[in-house]
């Protein structure tokens, strides 16, 4: 029996309706953003298929214009879909496109904004009105699958003598992949269409709403279609890659997002353009690991005390003053989460809920060319970095680890229990 997927989209705008504090940059200080650049969209995919005995299967991929979700978010999100839809918890994939320029969300991080409680609320409901109006929107559909390049992305830990610094290093290792799955129904029109790639938005460090060059290319695409397609960009593995910025912006004082964003929407369209791969639908199948990552040396009461009088950053500070006012805060493990989401013969989501460096990206796809690497997805753990960038140190294993609220780095063993556990889902029959 041959199998049929059929699909449902939706998109809602996720703008803040008031003022609040964004989360991406400290250097905002907790501030009201000073203006909207751009909507912010959450863009949701809603699978279906019904199995030989006449059950319905069903999984769910959304993807929102924000930094990412918090675990405690995530959770309350999935459980009430799943009561109310009955879409299984570990079919469910609640992504972040990452953009710097969209409002708090965690209550764990410091110095990215505090978010706001009617915020969360809004943002609760237009999940669920997102998820109804997908469901409801379900047709038959056929898959195309299109590979390119992009080249808007940089490496960005650079040695600088005995240091590792934030600075573009055109020698790093990089992901140039750009993947584009094309969902179309039997009338020949576009429903959907999903863009995956991997590169930090953050182009802009204005104090103002922004969905960043992801954002504006997905809305050049859905012109393109009149409308008709919902265009969401996924993330991949970009915990050490930024865009590059094009220097023609700092000659003529264009808008960066704008020059960047049309140069990623005309790579997309390159792919679009050429002859598109047919994929075959799978059985719908999900899978949803949970295991612990170690951190290293767990800070004693002595040195958050010399910390919190010694250090010259408010930030840290906080950071050291939190856990001497709450000790049960010290944990000595993260829980990292991934979900699978099998939805064709060469299409599976692989979420992680964690800022991986592109290295995890690559070993993915080194694995099968057919899995998608999701960073930013079901919560967000912190910068999940390689053993060798641990022992080298800079932002992303060390000093990121104020921000996110961590204890300490993580221990040398996490890049082994990562790849680990990746490879005992993949493995995983489905």
């Not at 006449?54 to 979700?69: E, P, R, T, V, Y």
């Not at 020949?188 to 103002?208: D, E, F, I, M, Q």
């Amino acid at each position: 029996m041959e199998l049929q997927l059929s699909v449902g989209t939706a998109k809602v705008d996720i703008t803040p309706p008031f003022a609040l504090p964004l989360a991406g940059f400290a250097s905002r200080n907790n501030r009201n953003f000073e203006s909207i650049d751009s909507r912010l969209y959450l863009r949701t995919f809603y699978f279906q298929q019904h199995s030989t005995d006449g059950s319905k299967l069903q999984s769910l991929l959304m993807s929102a214009d924000i930094l990412f979700w918090s675990e405690e978010l995530a959770d309350q999100l999935r459980m009430r879909i799943e009561r109310q839809w009955g879409i299984a918890m570990g079919a469910i994939i609640l992504h972040a496109t990452h953009t710097h320029s969209g409002p708090a969300i965690s209550m764990r991080t410091i110095g990215l904004g505090e978010p706001d409680p009617n915020y969360l609320a809004f943002l609760e409901q237009a999940v669920i009105q997102s998820v109804e109006q997908a469901v409801g929107d379900t047709e038959p559909v056929s898959i195309q699958m299109g590979k390119g390049t992009s080249g808007i992305g940089v490496n960005r830990r650079k040695k600088d003598g005995d240091q590792m610094v934030l600075s573009p290093n055109p020698e790093g290792v990089t992901d140039p992949e750009l993947r584009v799955y094309v969902f179309t129904t039997f009338t020949g029109k576009k429903k959907g269409v999903l863009t995956h790639y991997a590169c930090h938005p953050t182009l802009t460090g204005r104090n103002s709403v922004s969905s960043e060059f992801c954002g504006y290319a997905m809305e050049r695409l859905e012109k393109r279609y009149d409308s008709e397609a919902v265009c969401a960009y996924l993330q991949g593995c970009c915990g050490d890659i930024d865009p590059i910025r094009p220097e023609v912006a700092e000659k003529s004082n264009q808008d960066v997002i704008s020059i960047v964003g049309q140069r990623f929407a005309d790579d997309v369209d390159a792919i679009l353009s050429g002859e598109l791969e047919w994929l075959e639908p799978n059985v719908l199948t999900s899978r949803r690991s949970i295991a612990v990552l170690p951190f290293g040396e767990i800070p004693t009461k002595d040195k958050l005390q010399r910390v919190v009088d010694e250090s010259a950053s408010a930030d840290v500070r906080k950071w050291a003053q939190s856990f001497l006012e709450q000790p049960d805060k010290l944990r000595r493990q993260a829980r990292f989460e991934i979900t699978k989401l099998a939805i064709a013969k060469g299409l599976t989501f692989i979420a992680m809920n964690g800022e991986m460096v592109v290295d995890y990206g690559l070993f993915l796809k080194s694995c099968s060319p057919g899995l998608v690497p999701l960073a930013y997805s079901n919560g967000m753990i912190g910068y999940i970095t390689t053993a060798n960038q641990l022992q080298e140190g800079g932002y992303e294993p060390i000093e990121s680890v104020t921000y996110f609220g961590l204890p300490c780095p993580f221990d040398q063993a996490v890049e082994a229990e990562v790849k680990r556990q990746l490879m005992a889902i993949i493995d995983e029959q489905t």
